[in-house]
């Protein structure tokens, strides 16, 4: 079964430093989709960044890099240069390709504190 | 501007009654999908369409029904609210192209039954 682990209920990073946000995931399809969403406190979900697992080079996307270890199945989400913005819950999320279909399970979530 | 919206944004409502959340995309995607958050809680997958008339419950049991009649309308009922139900309702949705792209969500209903 397919499912989603983020070890760190809450990080703090001093603004202007880059923190990683841990995820494991766990799936016997070979084809799978990892994905990390933000939320701030508003609620609205924001899509992020996106990880193929045929993928062989590391996501990037702005600020947001996905640190994937296909071995270790991790999926690991670097931010640079912390912004006070960035304070939010992230969420690490996983789809798998075949008899998962479309859905997508999300992790338990980490809560980032950007300090000034 | 949101591509998918949800309304109500807040709902307060006593126990017994019945509620049906909206949400509505204007991107023609054929995937919807509801999720149900406790506060600074993992998302649960509650109930998910592939398309016009297709419906299917999600991971978690919920006491919702949902119906899909149009592409862009995915609406969520609950005949009678408890307690138990309160939480934050989020609705996505997602195109044909593959496992590459992220979901849209809504902004989220946040319910509250007394």
């Known amino acids: 079964a397919q499912k989603i682990t983020q070890t760190q209920p809450g990080m703090f990073v001093q603004e202007k430093e880059a923190v990683t946000l841990d995820c494991t995931y766990d799936?016997?399809?070979?084809?799978?989709?990892l994905f990390w969403y933000k939320q701030p406190s508003s609620g609205e979900m924001i899509f992020l960044i996106y990880?193929?697992?045929?993928?062989?080079q590391n996501a990037t996307e702005g600020r947001y890099s996905l640190n994937f270890q296909k071995a270790r199945k991790s999926a690991n989400l670097v931010i640079s240069a912390s912004q006070l913005g960035d304070s939010a819950m992230y969420f690490c999320?996983?789809?798998?390709?075949?008899?998962?279909?479309?859905?997508?399970?999300f992790g338990a979530g980490t809560r980032l504190f950007v300090k000034a | 501007e949101a591509d998918i919206y949800q309304t109500p944004r807040y709902l307060v409502i006593g126990t017994g009654k019945k509620i049906t959340l909206e949400c509505s995309q204007t991107?023609?995607?054929?995937?919807m999908y509801w999720y149900q958050q406790d506060p600074g809680m993992e998302l649960h997958l509650i109930h998910y369409?592939?398309?016009?008339?297709?419906?299917e419950k999600g991971d978690l049991s919920s006491e919702s029904t949902v119906s899909r009649i149009r592409t862009e309308h995915f609406p969520l009922t609950l005949e009678s609210a408890r307690p138990s139900h309160t939480s934050q309702y989020l609705c996505?949705?997602?195109?044909?192209?593959?496992?590459?792209?992220?979901?849209?969500f809504g902004s989220g209903t946040r319910l509250t039954v007394v």
């Open positions: 369409s592939y398309g016009v008339n297709s419906t």
């Open positions: 996505a949705s997602s195109d044909d192209r593959g496992l590459n792209y992220g979901y849209t």
């Open positions: 999320a996983m789809r798998e390709g075949g008899t998962g279909g479309f859905k997508t399970i």
């Open positions: 799936t016997s399809d070979p084809s799978y989709g």
């Open positions: 991107m023609g995607h054929d995937k």
């Open positions: 990880q193929g697992s045929y993928d062989q």
